[in-house]
């Protein structure tokens, strides 16, 4: 297996484990909201549901190639990343404006029992896995399983919440406000998700924009200038772009008529080089260099 195989494969592994173990969360979480009447459990239950079907979604854009799409699903990842960020963010809108009406309405009774048990087993597991996976994500270095590992940081979030909920309102000392309790936490829950949504949101849609990322930019213009000087180029133009892991990268370069490397073999030598001075990963880039002189067009890709 090659190394973008294999990548793929700890991708789709990891993400089938997290499909498996957040639809336990959200079943979980919505029978427990209904059973003690709890807004934000249910919140809870409810947000898992909606990650399940995002994280099906991502498992999918995880798969190699198919018959129509040959090059792989790759370019699907923004849009996925894109959709999660925006459900989370229609979560935040529906838990602020449950919070703030049930406040307005005199507060929340709840019964909470059990909830106390419920919440500390998941704190604990969902730190644990998340964790777990952003261990294995530093050398695997997946946006697809970065984002999806926000999801379980923002579930042991809720959690936690949940287990102090439960404390609060099993102690006598917040009794006469514990009609209150519920729908405030559901409001600071909501306000703390705000964050988590649009650090998913704002880099998936300058991707599926077509926004060039500044680094990237610099990076390729810092290379191409050496390369101008040193191989004496009349000019060059640089056009770069992101997909999740994927970055595609053009560079159409001017030569004069006079320009002394005229052979296959010689032209090739300078597009490996580079290519090698661009660096990362060779499974996660696509490389296209055009190279323009009077008698014609060469275009050479890596």
Not at 102 to 118: E, K, M, T, W
Not at 173 to 183: G, N
Not at 212 to 219: I, Y
Request: hydrophobic content about 50%.
């Amino acid at each position: 297996m090659d190394i973008l195989g294999a990548r793929r494969s700890i991708e789709q592994k990891l993400l089938m484990q997290s499909v498996a173990l957040m639809a336990l969360v959200a079943v979980s979480g919505t029978v427990m909201g209904i059973v003690t009447g709890s807004s934000a459990v249910l919140l809870d239950g409810v947000f898992s549901f909606v990650d399940v079907v995002i994280k099906i979604m991502m498992l999918m854009t995880a798969r190699e190639t198919s018959k129509r799409f040959q090059f792989g699903f790759w370019q699907f990842e923004p849009l996925v990343l894109a959709v999660e960020g925006f459900f989370i963010l229609l979560i935040v809108i529906y838990a602020l404006s449950s919070g703030i009406t049930d406040l307005l309405s005199g507060g929340r009774h709840v019964d909470f029992g059990p909830a106390i048990f419920y919440a500390i087993f998941f704190t604990v597991a969902d730190t644990a896995y998340y964790l777990y996976v952003r261990r294995i994500n530093k050398s695997l270095q997946s946006n697809l399983i970065k984002f999806d590992n926000v999801s379980w940081y923002v579930d042991a979030l809720l959690e936690a919440a949940i287990f102090v909920v439960a404390t609060m309102l099993e102690s006598t000392e917040y009794a006469r406000w514990a009609t209150y309790i519920d729908p405030i936490v559901l409001i600071i829950l909501a306000v703390q998700m705000i964050p988590s949504a649009f650090r998913i949101i704002v880099p998936s849609m300058k991707q599926i924009l077509g926004w060039a990322p500044t680094s990237l930019h610099n990076e390729v213009q810092e290379i191409m200038d050496r390369f101008m000087e040193k191989y004496n180029f009349k000019d060059y133009v640089t056009s770069v772009q992101v997909y999740g892991n994927t970055r595609i990268i053009e560079i159409d370069i001017l030569v004069p008529k006079s320009f002394p490397y005229q052979t296959i073999a010689e032209i090739d030598a300078i597009r490996n080089e580079i290519d090698q001075e661009i660096g990362g990963n060779p499974t996660e880039k696509w490389v296209t260099i055009l190279q323009a002189r009077v008698n014609g067009w060469q275009k050479i890709i890596c």
